[in-house]
RNA sequence: GAGGGCGUAGCUCAGUCGGUAGAGCAAAGGCCUUUUAAGCCUUGGGUCCUGGGUUCGAGUCCCAGCGCCCUCACCA
């Protein structure tokens, strides 16, 4: 590279020691919000062309903007809460602080202002510099000013830049952040507490999927990243933690689009004594605190579509909406064998409930556009729930919907440690798909055994509610670091990064 | 896994019929005390994703590969 920005920005770095100015700047106390610093400016009702005599205000912020004009710089700053503009005149600071402003000084550097509000001429809200102090040099060139950081790859990949360039983005994780928050308190409110269970676990299980395996290098063992909390969480009501719940990251060794991130959050809850009509009013309890919280109303935007989410929300039997949208009894095998047929779906040897959950996800579930809870599931494929009294081909399980995605799941939780086996155990014999509970988890079965008060259970998908309610149609956009597949980027270093991970030893 | 699209300067993008690389912003130097994506003058900056092939000549056409996006498939 003969010239490059970068080479441009250290020798201005370079120029900055010369002159004694650290470029990396020190503690900088008691700066004012951007946000704070417009509402004091607008509390003194100046007019165009006026400043606050005797206004004293510190701020701190990146320059995404830099408009010198001779001897007076403009520029605008940027902090977490907003942008505002500065002013820098020759007159008002050191000979050093007007060349930093006006010369050395780069898109992307990070500044500290002290000065006074004023308006502008034409009325702009500004901070008038008294000093300017150089808080830390970009040596990398920020995105074009004007239509920012568009490249998707990109954004992903360096999310710290989309995240300074683009406001919206900031904006969704913030919401992101209030809604679990919202979510959390809802909780606690109610009696739950708040637990962190194994991520690495000898035997995965409590969902179908297919895990990632790792090795525990001391103990020479295999590990698994988990698919689902549940089993743990289960342990937990056998000890008598009645009300119990975890924002637990799950991690799934499967495709990827626009619903699926290898690594997601799932909340789930347990409430001993209770069922999952709990579930279902926790949830909309829970949906209604985060709406509350990021504000905007019960009725939002997501893509085309518009989602009403005001409880309560359309309670709907399973095999109704099969016979609704598929035109199917849920007992005539012999009609879904040939509707799926027709759908084109698979299932020549495959189980009955499963053929019928196929011909459901494939006309049932693209057609719940708004909340729809989904109640009692064809039991075979719900091997942890409760069946129902009467009915023992029904499982006591509901899945709720939202424009087609699933976004909650729960269970009457089977607490009968006989029935609770046999399926297990009926899952290993039947299919052996690699990626059903390959395993039969006995500890869990031991916990049963001890007695686990009859509980109803909740999963949540956090990713999927945030896009929801933040109108985001693509996980990634929910997700700060989104799997990405590494990129030859020609950086030094790169070569041998096979070694790394695995043979390093832990540091302190 | 299948189909489609995209990949050109730090960023956002043009690039005609195959004829030897462009703009704006950004950057460097200069001028300017009221700008709002400031303006004016000057200058520098390219592995046209990678590797092959066709051709006198490839950013452009062909083949293979890589990365990303979309749709579908997969996915309790």
Redesign the pocket.
């Known amino acids: 590279?003969?010239?490059?920005?970068v080479e441009?920005r250290k020798a201005?770095l370079a120029r900055l020691r010369e002159l004694g100015v650290d470029p990396y700047g020190r503690r900088f106390e008691n700066v004012t919000s951007l946000a704070e610093a417009r509402r004091m400016g607008e509390g003194y009702n100046l007019e165009p062309g006026q400043h606050a005599e005797g206004s004293s205000v510190r701020v701190a912020g990146r320059v995404m903007?830099?408009?010198?004009?001779?001897?007076?710089v403009?520029m605008t700053l940027r902090d977490g809460t907003g942008d505002m503009?500065i002013a820098v005149?020759?007159?008002a600071v050191s000979e050093t602080e007007f060349a930093v402003a006006s010369?050395l000084l780069?898109?992307g550097d990070i500044i500290g202002v002290d000065g006074t509000l004023g308006r502008?001429?034409?009325?702009?809200l500004?901070v008038w510099a008294n000093t300017v102090t150089m808080l830390s040099k970009a040596l990398q060139?920020p995105?074009?000013?004007?239509?920012?950081?568009?490249?998707?790859?990109?954004r992903?990949r360096r999310r710290y830049v989309d995240l300074f360039t683009n406001p919206g983005v900031r904006e969704v994780f913030k919401q992101r952040s209030l809604i679990i928050d919202a979510i959390r308190r809802c909780l606690v409110e109610r009696g739950f507490f708040e637990v962190e269970t194994p991520v690495l676990q000898p035997i995965y299980g409590g969902?179908?999927?297919r895990p990632f395996t790792t090795h525990h290098n001391a103990l020479d063992m295999k590990l698994f990243l988990r698919i689902s909390p549940e089993l743990y969480l289960k342990r937990l009501l056998v000890g008598g933690i009645e009300r119990v719940f975890e924002f637990s990251r799950n991690f799934?060794n499967?495709?990827i689009?626009?619903q699926?991130n290898p690594e997601f959050t799932l909340l789930e809850l347990y409430q001993a004594y209770g069922d999952y009509n709990d579930m279902m009013d926790i949830l909309e309890a829970m949906v209604s605190a985060a709406i509350e919280r990021i504000g905007g109303g019960y009725k939002r935007k997501f893509g085309e579509l518009e989602i009403d989410f005001a409880p309560p929300w359309p309670r709907r039997q399973y095999a109704d909406l099969l016979f609704e949208y598929a035109g199917v009894r849920i007992d005539d095998v012999a009609a879904v064998r040939k509707k799926a047929e027709s759908l084109g779906?698979?299932h020549v040897g495959m189980d009955d409930a499963l053929v019928i959950n196929e011909v459901f996800e494939a006309t049932v579930e693209p057609k719940l556009i708004q909340p729809t809870f989904v109640l009692d599931y064809p039991a075979p494929?719900c091997?942890?729930t409760r069946r129902k009294p009467d009915d023992p081909n029904i499982a006591l399980r509901f899945e709720a919907f939202v424009a087609g995605m699933?976004v909650g799941?729960a269970y009457t939780e089977l607490n009968d440690p006989a029935v609770q086996e046999e399926n297990f155990r009926r899952?290993l014999a039947g299919e052996n798909r690699e990626?059903?509970?390959a395993v039969l988890d006995e500890d869990f079965l031991l916990a049963l055994q001890y007695g686990m008060p009859p509980a109803g259970g909740l999963g949540v998908g956090i990713d999927r509610l945030v896009m929801l309610l933040t109108g985001s149609t693509?996980i990634?956009d929910v997700i700060l670091f989104p799997l990405?597949?590494p990129?030859a980027t020609?950086e030094a270093g790169e070569e041998g990064d096979e070694v790394t991970a695995e043979d390093v030893e832990d540091g302190p």
């Not at 903007?65 to 007076?72: I, T």
């Open positions: 590279m003969s010239h490059s920005q441009d201005k903007l830099h408009r010198p004009a001779g001897k007076l403009f503009q005149s020759k007159a010369k780069n898109l502008t001429k034409t009325g702009e500004t060139p995105p074009e000013k004007w239509h920012g950081l568009k490249d998707v790859d990109l992903y969902a179908a999927a799934r499967e495709g689009d626009t699926h779906l698979e494929i091997p942890l699933e799941n899952q990626e059903t509970m693509s990634r990405q597949r990129k020609s």
